[in-house]
């Protein structure tokens, strides 16, 4: 009887000692956070309380959603501006293959593009202006070649790092919170101002999601035979392949991001991780008449030494986290490193 009372509590003791190291190897997963981080203890909180069977505040599996906007979230947008902006004045400015048929309204907004870097103000309109002139940029490529494309322009070197290409600038501690929500069993989108295919391309074999659970800004898709014909009255062919149409559809900003949400993934996300007032609607909309428990982290662009920080900007957005509740994560402060190793600022 001793000896079955002792093997019953020894193997008590080890189940509890597997499940304290899982719990451990989980926390661990956040290594690149600062321990005394206030964001990363309220996450940590949030995770282990509503992946707790039994917790009031417990989540089933196919309600745990999170969503992640990309630039200056889970990518660097400040070097010195969003990755789909700087690949659009490459295009119109530099690409021998382009250049020489740029229109005269592209090459102006490139050129302003190039001023806003420089200044570091983007004027009233040009947001709208890049969405609608940027598919036209590639209209007719396939979608692989596109991809081929963007792949390519990756491999540049980012002028404002050492040791860095334009396709290597996702913020380490980031990637980490996203493989800490898929090892407790979240699913995660991403929900991206940067075109959907560019991002789909962006990401591949960085961020763990399927090409399904990426949502961006829109542009059209046509049959490589359509010529025109609407897509009602068009039948794909055997000799058909996918190209881009060159023609805008929505941009995945503001307000579109939570209608996009709703339309695609059908269901109110809980965890939401954003950067800027572009993300506002989407971090209100998933901590506010929520039937779980839920939360919004927004990052500061506070780091002026590892980063090209935007104080400014960062106290704004720090202010309106305390007004709205969101969670404010600190660049500066809550992370021991930005970028991979080797990668520093010039």
Same mark, same amino acid.
């Not at 503001?254 to 007032?277: D, H, R």
């Given at each position: 009887?001793?000896?079955?009372?002792?093997?019953?509590?020894?193997?008590?003791?080890?189940?509890?000692?597997?499940?304290?190291?899982?719990?451990?190897?989980?926390?661990?997963?956040?290594?690149?956070?600062?321990?005394?981080?206030?964001?990363? !203890?309220?996450?940590?909180?949030?995770?282990?309380?509503?992946?707790?069977?039994?917790?009031?505040?417990?989540?089933?599996?196919?309600?745990?959603?999170?969503?992640?906007?990309?630039?200056?979230?889970?990518?660097?947008?400040?070097?010195?501006?969003?990755?789909?902006?700087?690949?659009?004045?490459?295009?119109?400015?530099?690409?021998?293959?382009?250049?020489?048929?740029?229109?005269?309204?592209?090459?102006?907004?490139?050129?302003?593009?190039?001023?806003?870097?420089?200044?570091?103000?983007?004027?009233?309109?040009?947001?709208?202006?890049?969405?609608?002139?940027?598919?036209?940029?590639?209209?007719?490529?396939?979608?692989?070649?596109?991809?081929?494309?963007?792949?390519?322009?990756?491999?540049?070197?980012?002028?404002?790092?050492?040791? %860095?290409?334009?396709?290597?600038?996702?913020?380490?501690? %980031?990637?980490?919170?996203?493989?800490?929500?898929?090892?407790?069993?979240?699913?995660?989108?991403?929900?991206?101002?940067?075109?959907?295919?560019?991002?789909?391309?962006?990401?591949?074999?960085?961020?763990?999601? !399927?090409?399904? !659970?990426?949502?961006?800004?829109?542009?059209?898709?046509?049959?490589?035979?359509?010529?025109?014909?609407?897509?009602?009255?068009?039948?794909?062919?055997?000799?058909?392949?996918?190209?881009?149409?060159?023609?805008?559809?929505?941009?995945?900003?503001?307000?579109?991001?939570?209608?996009?949400?709703?339309?695609?993934?059908?269901?109110?996300?809980?965890?939401?991780?954003?950067?800027?007032?572009?993300?506002?609607?989407?971090?209100?909309?998933?901590?506010?008449?929520?039937?779980?428990?839920?939360?919004?982290?927004?990052?500061?662009?506070?780091?002026?030494?590892?980063?090209?920080?935007?104080?400014?900007?960062?106290?704004? %957005?720090?202010?309106?986290?305390? !007004?709205?509740?969101?969670?404010?994560?600190?660049?500066?402060?809550?992370?021991?490193?930005?970028?991979?190793?080797?990668?520093?600022?010039?």
């Amino acid at each position: 009887m001793n000896k079955l009372f002792t093997r019953k509590i020894f193997l008590l003791l080890f189940c509890l000692s597997i499940f304290a190291l899982a719990s451990c190897a989980k926390k661990d997963m956040l290594s690149l956070w600062n321990d005394q981080s206030l964001s990363k !203890q309220t996450l940590v909180s949030y995770v282990e309380s509503v992946t707790k069977k039994g917790s009031a505040d417990y989540i089933p599996l196919e309600r745990r959603i999170a969503v992640f906007d990309v630039d200056g979230t889970l990518f660097g947008e400040t070097d010195p501006i969003y990755f789909d902006w700087i690949m659009y004045t490459y295009r119109v400015l530099e690409d021998e293959s382009y250049k020489d048929r740029a229109t005269e309204e592209e090459i102006a907004l490139a050129k302003e593009i190039k001023e806003a870097m420089a200044t570091r103000k983007i004027p009233a309109g040009m947001e709208e202006a890049h969405a609608h002139l940027m598919p036209q940029l590639f209209k007719g490529m396939t979608v692989e070649e596109f991809k081929d494309y963007v792949r390519a322009f990756m491999e540049l070197p980012a002028p404002g790092y050492n040791n %860095m290409k334009r396709g290597e600038a996702f913020y380490e501690p %980031m990637k980490q919170v996203v493989n800490y929500l898929l090892a407790n069993n979240f699913t995660v989108y991403l929900c991206s101002g940067t075109d959907r295919i560019t991002v789909r391309t962006l990401v591949e074999n960085v961020i763990p999601v !399927q090409p399904r !659970q990426i949502i961006g800004t829109d542009n059209t898709l046509v049959a490589s035979g359509q010529n025109g014909v609407d897509g009602l009255e068009y039948v794909f062919t055997k000799d058909d392949v996918v190209t881009l149409g060159g023609n805008f559809i929505v941009k995945n900003v503001k307000m579109n991001k939570v209608s996009v949400i709703a339309q695609e993934i059908g269901v109110q996300p809980v965890l939401c991780f954003g950067n800027s007032f572009g993300d506002e609607s989407m971090a209100n909309y998933v901590v506010n008449k929520n039937e779980y428990k839920s939360a919004s982290f927004m990052l500061l662009c506070d780091d002026t030494v590892r980063e090209y920080g935007k104080p400014e900007a960062a106290e704004k %957005m720090k202010n309106a986290c305390a !007004q709205n509740g969101w969670v404010p994560v600190s660049m500066r402060d809550d992370w021991k490193t930005i970028y991979a190793e080797k990668i520093t600022r010039k």
